[in-house]
């Protein structure tokens, strides 16, 4: 009786590899999940991995099938605004994993030389990551894979990975990591600057929660509300906005974002400079910042001068841009592209308080706030949604080695 020859399991998947746990209110994040969201809503069979350090080192099964891609939880769904198209795999990292410093107990070091060869690997088509360990392990084991790299950095890329065929391509956001990129070794043939992208969910019109959002932070209908969404630091203007707040008493500030202790330290700074109208709302899941972003009458954008400036990421722009609301923004080298259109209604200098103060003042007067939005900017930002971003990427990938295509 002849033996049943057993198949191979089938390569399909496109693996966007997390080495965090989630979920956590970090931009890069926020553009990881995304981008993998984005993919899956093309039609491809897509899986974010990512650690899950809560798993229990006594239920075996996870551990010896720890890759089983599962729909993803509610709770990451409505954190970073997903869809019902991408499936996660957390990877189990019990104790002692990450509790001694040791690299035989390194989350990203298991990813990498366990979970990747023995569990992942046999159904994976292409690997996608920020995380350029678990990248030169996938192309060591015969996988083929996108490098995103958004920050500069003075290490130089090993010649054996970044020349292999199986590296498809590397991506940035602005052209002065790209070169710094080629700088350091990565051949200029294989690396593209592509912009972030916007959730498309930003898109659509909430009137009714934007209207609830206005009653719960406005003290009578006819004040104004200025929103910033995004990371809570020094660098991105935080300092700037607060003094731009007590030269505008009669105008309500709020800032959605941060980490707890960030919210803390600025809502107990504005309490020493005495700045009643600026509120700290901290992080707002992605199904509810729509809204707040619609309730404004002007974003701001009011980031700082200096080294991030030349490589920040405008990943809330495009936010900002769907939601149809006017934005201040400052002049910085990653937004410069942006100036001869009509989606950034205001510019002035960075690190000058007075100057955004007049231009806020000046477009609160030209640009009354519209339910519907204002159509320059909607129109405007159609072009950057994470699905064409994904399909751009895509387009550099050998046709052969492209993930299943599901719908």
């Known amino acids: 009786m ?3 020859m057993k198949k191979p399991p089938l ?33 491809y069979s897509t899986v974010l991995v990512y650690h899950d350090k809560a798993a ?32 996660v795999a957390p990877l189990p990292m019990p104790w002692p994993i990450d509790h001694f410093r040791s690299k ?16 992942i690997l046999p159904t994976t088509k292409l690997v996608h990551s920020r995380n350029w360990n678990f990248i030169k392990a996938a192309i060591k084991n015969g996988i083929p894979a996108i490098y995103e790299h958004h920050h500069h950095e003075e290490k130089p890329f090993e010649p054996e990975i970044v020349t292999n065929p199986l590296l498809q391509i590397a991506v940035t956001v602005v052209d002065t990591i790209r070169e710094s990129m080629i700088e350091n070794g990565m051949p200029p043939e294989k690396v593209i600057k592509l912009h972030n992208g916007f959730n498309r969910l930003f898109m659509e019109r909430q009137p009714e929660k934007a209207a609830e959002w206005r009653k719960k932070l406005l003290r009578d209908e006819s004040q104004y509300l200025v929103v910033y969404a995004g990371a809570l630091q020094q660098f991105k203007g935080i300092d700037v906005l607060i003094d731009v707040a007590n030269q505008m008493p ?68 495009f936010d900002y841009f769907a939601s149809g609301t006017p934005i201040v923004a400052t002049e910085i080298p990653s937004l410069v592209e942006f100036q001869n259109t009509q989606s950034i209604t205001a510019w002035c200098e960075p690190d000058n308080s007075s100057k955004f103060a007049e231009n806020l003042k000046r477009v609160l007067e030209t640009h009354p706030r519209k339910v519907e939005g204002y ?32 719908a």
């Not at 229990?56 to 709770?75: C, D, G, H, M, Y």
């Not at 035989?104 to 569990?119: E, R, V």
């Not at 619609?294 to 200096?306: F, R, T």
């Not at 064409?388 to 052969?400: F, G, H, P, T």
């Open 2 to 4: 002849s033996k049943v």
């Open 11 to 43: 390569k399909q998947h496109y693996i966007f590899f997390i080495g965090e746990e989630l979920p956590q209110p970090e931009a890069h994040l926020v553009q990881s999940t995304n981008a993998a969201n984005a993919a899956a809503n093309l039609g």
């Open 56 to 87: 229990k080192a006594s239920n075996s099964v996870n551990l010896l099938r720890p890759f089983q891609p599962i729909k993803t939880p509610v709770e990451l769904v409505q954190y970073y605004n997903l869809h019902d198209k991408l499936k």
């Open 104 to 119: 035989f107990t390194d989350s990203n070091t298991i990813a990498s030389k366990y979970y990747l060869p023995f569990h």
């Open 250 to 317: 009669n105008v309500q500030f709020a800032c959605a974002g941060g980490k707890p202790a960030e919210v803390e330290y600025y809502q107990q700074l504005v309490k020493e400079k005495q700045v009643h109208n600026i509120k700290f709302l901290g992080y707002i899941l992605h199904n509810e910042l729509a809204s707040l972003l619609q309730a404004a009458d002007v974003l701001a954008h009011p980031h700082c001068s200096g080294k991030a400036a030349t490589f920040t990421s405008p990943l809330k722009l």
């Open 375 to 406: 159509p320059d900017s909607i129109e405007f930002v159609k072009q950057f949604s994470w699905e064409n971003r994904a399909a751009k990427i895509l387009s550099y990938v050998d046709e052969s080695l492209l993930p299943l295509f599901i």
